[in-house]
């Protein structure tokens, strides 16, 4: 059974810098993704960032965080990063990672096309 597991974020003051982990296991899709998404008290879950792990690297970033926000992978290690930067108060959220196994299209930022989901890490960021 597919496992996701979220490590890191935290308290961040404004301007800072946070690193998000995920560990994904458990699953063995031909064309995949994994996603992180975040939801903040009273508001959907959105699509933060996206990496494709079989269709070369591709990545996506909502608007809100590109410049800022930097999605990578370990192939070694097999984790999915998130490297957050300059963070705002507005960063606040818990963010989830996710996968996909219908690999790469218009999709990847909807939360509807992902398959298993980790539990969670909270981000707080002070202004």
């Known amino acids: 059974e597919a496992l996701l597991v979220e490590s890191g974020g935290g308290l961040v003051q404004a301007g800072g810098s946070t690193r998000l982990s995920c560990a994904a296991s458990?699953?063995?899709?031909?064309?995949?993704?994994i996603g992180w998404f975040r939801q903040a008290p009273g508001k959907e879950r959105e699509g933060v960032s996206c990496?494709?792990?079989?269709?070369?690297?591709?990545?996506y970033y909502t608007d809100s965080v590109k410049g800022r926000f930097t999605i990578f992978r370990d192939k070694v290690k097999n984790l999915v990063y998130l490297e957050m930067s300059n963070v705002k108060p507005e960063d606040t959220a818990v963010y989830y990672c996710?996968?996909?196994?219908?690999?790469?299209?218009?999709?990847?930022?909807?939360?509807?096309?992902?398959?298993?989901w980790g539990q969670g890490t909270q981000v707080t960021v002070s202004s």
């Open positions: 996710a996968v996909t196994s219908r690999g790469w299209g218009p999709w990847i930022q909807s939360v509807h096309a992902y398959d298993y």
């Open positions: 458990g699953f063995t899709f031909d064309d995949y993704a």
């Open positions: 990496i494709s792990v079989s269709s070369y690297g591709t990545t």
